[in-house]
């Protein structure tokens, strides 16, 4: 058995046996027992995944008992690098969860449930044909269904949470299914070897691209299909939500690319048109929903939603380009796409693993209710920060090196021969550059409301660092995302490998090139001088601090003002109130105002109150009707159930005559 | 056997199955449709067994005596007993009028002459010739059962279904294998348990088991 | 190749630090004498650092770390920015090209600090000038990248110091209707960026007027000295940026001290003279009301996105 085929196996029986433990532990041990073995299990993915990266092959088959092909896993290299990505993310949140669950989310349901996720989660990328995908891919919808459902008991909102998401990821199967039986048809097989000689000029590839397109945007959480995405990641535990945004709606990228790359490759300009658009305006909704939010997790819900349309957006670059036959920015492009992947993965769970600490720690997401969080849970603190830094794009982090290459591809692809391009390239770097500045703007107001200054709330005040393997788990994924931004080199060496193109270089210890648009960056020379300009600085300020140490005052002068309470603080909605300005239009948000007045006077007022409500813009306009006009043909259709069951029977007489006279025709 | 003779019995016992079908669609009295499906009951087990002595399969004759027992003594038995205390026979008014379900007998049986000619191809001699029997007893007991009020005629309606399905098999397949045969005939019996006890209790809890009263119960 | 980047970064570094401050008294000066008043003279802004470096350092209970670190943040990145762009000379260093997105997301990195300082203070106004500044902030990226994206085009990379290499090279470039399209837009990017009217008023006393003073209202003696040195250097470098963009005569090709004391000199008169434009504009201006300043970005972004499209035509035409 080659090493891959040992990676598989190892996986399906470290599921098995975390399973089995889930069951069968007393509740004082599960928890260490089961999350060591989800761990492991995420570690096996990761290996496995690396192996198949550099190059190993391997092949399992599975019989099944039921009706259908047996399984096939041979993972690609492609599906190699994200089973890395799947695997290292659910060992982080299996070590995190160790420490973090509780009540419900500790019973042995939910840690088989895990397990299951994580196992279906690795085996996606690891399929060979149609039918193992759908398979794993139904199995990893299933097992994150229960998860989402798991504190169903505590918070009446996750009922309806679990219903949407339920809804959109079996829309997103069955748009899927359907792509995958037209493709399998044209091909004559269900294997994706089959299906990548399809002629991609023709009407049944283009039918299928869409269809696989869409379906794979919706478990992504691609704009309009993104309604479950800010429902679900609030309803779900912590650990649950770092692994479903973190790894999840990757798996929606690794589709797109399995399709772009593997299965159509040579397709036509509209079809990286199309992905652009979605991209794009997923970015910008994405973000501009983020930075108005005040629910700590719907904020890094919909920052996905925007990290996935840039991902989308770069997709839909490099098959444009290609189809234009720019080599060079178009192979940047591709490979650019798998750094986005990577550096998201690493910095959204570290934002999630630290918005489950503080969520663990106060017992509220709301940061208008939060502050001065800094001072008495410094782990968490410092590991957001990083994770913020990762998520706006600075440097020295891994968002920083991706969001570098994809402006480099993108301000280097355009070629004033195709007036098309000419025009959609500065677009992209426009609408990248609006969602970085936007993105620096909801991390700022995250990072600044919920660890800074003093507390907003009475919960945040008795805040205190959770236990070990969460301050772990914490550290492990900071340190990658810094790592990663460090020593880009490795991420560029998985990326080039899964790719199978050039395009992305590395040289010297860390230094990251693009030989196809002529750029370099070296992270580490970056720090290296950043720490040279630094020393004289903090020399003299050290020199400085030692004559003159600063002296603590009790109260800020907030320009003289005496009664200076923490309630007096901006908070989250204020902070973003400009912007929800600004951009009226596009969130319309809810404004009410009411002033009773004192008496029958019209100009003494007794009270004035002021409410603004931010829904999601997409949900209230283009799905609230259409869930009415369903509920309005449901209702006519139910006359025609009306109790009788000799109607019930008359049904089934008349339909068996209607076959057996056409039968006998 | 010699062959004219086995036709003939053949013949005499697809007769019979025909009769009784008919009879059952006409008669409204509760006690009779029972004990018309008994005789039906009765008939299948006699085809049965001519064709398993024509045949030479002794096992036919084992399946002859299970369907006797089964269909033509406890059924009816469990029917009688789910349909009440002795009384005054109930009778009950179809859906249907009587005219109207005579008519649409006749219709059916058509239909089951035109269907069957696939079937007939497949088996050979005498015994394929009763196949369209078979299948009009099949849509026989549907009608019956879509278009009855009371529950036990609806039961009757469904046992009409399955003896002439299991017509069917026998004529041109020369049986089932027994084992299918017992797997079917257990079927049958749990569903009549089932509905006997499930009759029961709307009976005790409701005073009777019109259906179309039980419409009420949807909302 | 390194020693001359390095010598140049060093010269530039030193210049800078010196010569901002003195920028930012030049600017004061000039509104003053504008305004009819006799003014505190060029060194003031150093007498300013002098004393803020003796006075004590104050911080409220309520601050944390920020308050100390993010000041030494935002000088730190201020520095890198001098060091990055060319001013004095276009010879980058051979693995760090002086690339856009690298110099733009270091000035980001003093952005965030500074605005992180602001909300530590945990007072009203902090915040309120935290959560204007990176609205700004937010709104004027896109035209920066895309402005400078423009002025890629002819050149074909977008390292600065090929930019102002190929416009050295090439006069007709400077004046060429993308070019000026696209330094008019990085001018009011600039504004924005640095806090100067109309965006904000750097002279301002009226707290709800207030951008940048509001963030930095709490902080006291070294922090705020830190703080004002940043905001500076921050100004001196992106004005020392147009200065090159805009007349690229002068810049140091190379390391040798001729060359490097050509481009000390003319460093110096440039940046003394975009600034008096710069200040003399101010007096004429007016602050904007805080809502109507998108308005002002929008319109700098439709001149940067015309001056690419520009660019696209011409090449097509030629």
Redesign the interface.
């Known amino acids: 058995m080659t090493q891959v085929e040992v990676g598989l196996w190892a996986q399906l029986v470290l599921a098995l046996a975390t399973v089995s433990i889930a069951v069968l532990a007393r509740p004082a041990l599960r928890a260490r027992l089961a999350g060591s073995a989800a761990a492991a299990l995420g570690v096996a993915g990761a290996v496995t995944g690396v192996i198949a990266l550099t190059g190993g092959q391997g092949r399992l088959v599975i019989p099944l008992a039921l009706p259908v092909d047996p399984v096939v896993l041979s993972p690609t290299p492609l599906g190699g690098f994200f089973m890395v990505v799947a695997g290292a993310v659910g060992a982080v949140a299996a070590v995190y969860a160790i420490g973090y669950v509780h009540g419900p989310s500790a019973s042995s349901t939910s840690w088989a449930a895990f397990a299951t996720f994580l196992l279906g989660m690795q085996l996606v990328p690891g399929a060979a044909d149609a039918v193992s995908f759908l398979l794993a891919w139904e199995l990893m919808a299933a097992a994150s269904t229960v998860l989402v459902l798991t504190e169903h008991r505590e918070r009446i909102e996750v009922r309806s949470a679990a219903l949407w998401y339920a809804v959109m990821t079996h829309l997103s199967f069955l748009l899927i299914l359907i792509g995958f039986a037209v493709l399998s048809a044209a091909g004559h097989g269900t294997s994706f070897a089959a299906m990548s000689h399809v002629d991609p000029e023709s009407a049944g590839a283009s039918i299928a691209f869409v269809l696989l397109v869409l379906g794979f945007a919706t478990k992504a959480g691609i704009v309009p299909m993104h309604v479950w995405l800010p429902r679900a990641h609030p309803a779900a535990p912590s650990h649950v939500s770092a692994v479903m945004s973190a790894a999840m709606v990757k798996m929606g990228v690794y589709g797109v690319l399995l399709v772009v790359l593997q299965l159509l490759p040579a397709g036509r300009p509209w079809w990286g048109l199309v992905l652009l658009a979605l991209g794009t305006v997923s970015a910008l909704y994405g973000i501009l929903q983020a930075s108005v939010a005040t629910d700590l997790k719907r904020l890094l819900a919909y920052s996905t939603t925007e990290n996935v349309g840039l991902m989308f957006l770069a997709i839909g670059t490099g098959v444009l380009l290609r189809a234009y036959a720019v080599v060079g920015p178009a192979e940047v492009a591709a490979g650019t796409t798998l750094l986005l992947v990577a550096s998201h993965a690493a910095f959204k769970t570290t934002l999630f693993l630290g918005a489950g600490s503080v969520l663990h720690a106060t017992g509220v997401r709301d940061l208008d209710r939060l502050g001065g969080l800094g001072k008495r849970m410094p782990t968490t603190a410092a590991a957001f920060g990083i994770g913020a830094l990762g998520a706006a794009a600075l440097p020295i982090t891994c968002g920083f090196v991706a969001e570098w290459a994809l402006l480099q591809s993108l301000i280097h692809g355009a070629r004033p021969e195709d007036r098309l391009v000419a025009v959609v390239m500065p677009l992209a770097v426009a609408v990248v550059a609006l969602t970085a500045g936007l993105a620096l703007m909801t991390f700022v107001k995250a990072y600044g409301i919920a660890f800074l200054a003093r507390p907003r709330g009475p919960e945040a005040g008795v805040a205190h660092e959770g236990p070990a393997s969460m301050r772990v788990a914490l550290v492990v994924s900071a340190v990658v995302v810094v790592g990663l931004g460090l020593l880009p080199g490795v991420m560029a060496r998985a990326v080039v490998r899964a790719v199978g193109l050039g395009g992305i270089d590395v040289f010297g210890v860390s230094g990251l090139g693009l030989p196809g648009v002529g750029a370099a960056l070296d992270p580490v020379a970056l720090t290296g001088l950043t720490l040279l300009v630094a020393v004289s600085v903090l020399v003299v300020t050290w020199r400085m601090a030692r004559r003159r140490p600063p002296r603590p005052v009790e109260l800020a002068w907030g320009g003289g003002g005496v009664r200076v309470s923490p309630r007096m603080q901006y908070t989250a909605t204020s902070y973003a109130e400009p912007l929800s300005r600004v951009f009226d239009d596009a969130l319309r948000p809810e404004r009410d105002l009411e002033i009773t007045h004192a008496g029958e006077s019209r100009y003494l007022v007794e009270r004035v109150q002021f409410r603004q409500q931010l829904e999601d813009v997409v949900e209230v306009r283009a799905y609230a009707p259409g869930v009415r006009l369903v509920d309005r043909i449901g209702l006519a259709a139910r006359r025609l159930q009306n109790g009788s069951i000799h109607r019930y029977l008359g049904y089934s007489f008349v339909a068996l005559i209607a076959v057996l006279i056409v039968v006998s025709l | 056997m010699a062959p004219v003779l086995f036709a003939e019995l053949v013949a005499f016992c697809a007769g019979v199955l025909l009769l009784t079908g008919v009879l059952i669609v006409w008669r409204r009295d509760l006690r009779a449709i029972v004990r018309l499906l008994a005789v039906q009951g009765v008939a299948l087990a006699f085809l049965v067994a001519v064709i398993g002595v024509e045949a030479r399969l002794p096992e036919l004759l084992a399946v002859a005596l299970l369907v006797l027992v089964l269909k033509g003594i406890a059924l009816p038995v469990l029917l009688v007993r789910v349909s009440g205390p002795a009384g005054p026979g109930q009778v009950e008014t179809p859906t249907i009028n009587t005219t109207a379900s005579l008519i649409s007998l006749a219709l059916l049986t058509t239909l089951a002459y035109l269907v069957s000619q696939p079937l007939k191809a497949a088996g050979s001699g005498p015994a394929a010739a009763a196949v369209p029997i078979g299948i009009s007893l099949v849509l026989f007991g549907f009608m019956v059962l879509a278009s009855r009020r009371h529950a036990i005629s609806q039961l009757v309606g469904f046992l009409m279904l399955d003896n002439g399905i299991a017509t069917v098999a026998f004529l041109i397949a020369g049986g089932l294998p027994l084992v299918v045969e017992l797997g079917a005939a257990l079927d049958i019996l749990l569903v009549v348990l089932v509905l006997q006890v499930l009759t029961g209790r709307i009976r005790a809890e409701f005073g009777d088991i019109d259906l179309d009263d039980l419409s009420e119960l949807r909302d | 190749m390194n020693a001359g980047a390095a010598t140049l970064a060093a010269v530039q ?1 030193v210049v800078m630090v010196v010569v901002s401050p003195l920028l930012v008294g030049l600017m004061r000066q000039v509104r003053a004498r504008l305004e009819g008043r006799v003014g505190a003279g060029v060194l003031q802004p150093w007498r300013d650092l002098r004393k803020l ?2 006075k ?11 308050s ?1 670190v993010g000041p ?1 943040v935002l ?2 990145s201020g ?2 920015v001098c ?1 990055l762009i060319p001013l004095v000379g276009a010879v980058p ?1 051979v ?3 002086d ?4 110099v733009v ?2 000035l ?2 003093g ?2 600090a500074l ?2 300082v602001g ?10 000038g ?3 500044h ?2 700004i ?6 035209t ?3 402005a400078v ?1 423009a002025l ?2 002819p050149v ?3 390292a600065l110091s090929r930019i102002v290499v190929a416009r050295i090279d090439d006069p007709a470039s400077v004046a060429s209707p993308v070019s000026l399209l696209a330094l008019v837009a990085l001018v009011i990017a600039v504004v924005a960026e640095t806090g100067r009217l109309p965006v904000d008023n750097p002279s301002t006393h009226l ?1 709800l007027t207030m951008i940048h003073e509001a963030m930095v ?2 902080s006291s ?3 705020l000295g ?1 703080l004002e040195l940043g905001s500076w250097l921050r100004l001196g470098a992106l004005l020392g940026l147009l200065g090159s963009l805009l007349v690229p005569w002068g810049v140091a090709q190379d390391a040798s001290v001729a060359a490097v004391l050509i481009g000390v000199v003319t460093l110096v008169l440039k940046l003394a003279a975009l600034g008096s434009v710069l200040a003399a504009a101010e007096v004429f201006v007016a602050k904007l009301r ?2 109507r300043v ?1 308005e002002l970005l929008a319109g700098s ?1 439709v001149l940067a ?1 015309l001056a ?2 520009a660019s ?2 011409v ?2 035409a030629g």
């Open positions: 570094v470096a003796i004590e350092t104050l911080r409220a209970a309520g601050t944390g770390r920020v100390a030494l000088v730190v520095l890198l060091v260093f693995s760090l090209p690339d856009l997105f690298v997301s270091v980001l990195v952005t965030v605005a992180l909300l530590d203070a945990g007072t009203a106004f902090g915040g309120m935290s959560s204007r990176m609205t902030a937010a709104l004027v990226e896109p920066v990248l895309v994206y890629s085009i074909g990379s977008s707290e209202i709490e003696g070294r922090d830190w805080l809502f998108p972004f996105f690419v499209t696209y035509l090449v097509q």
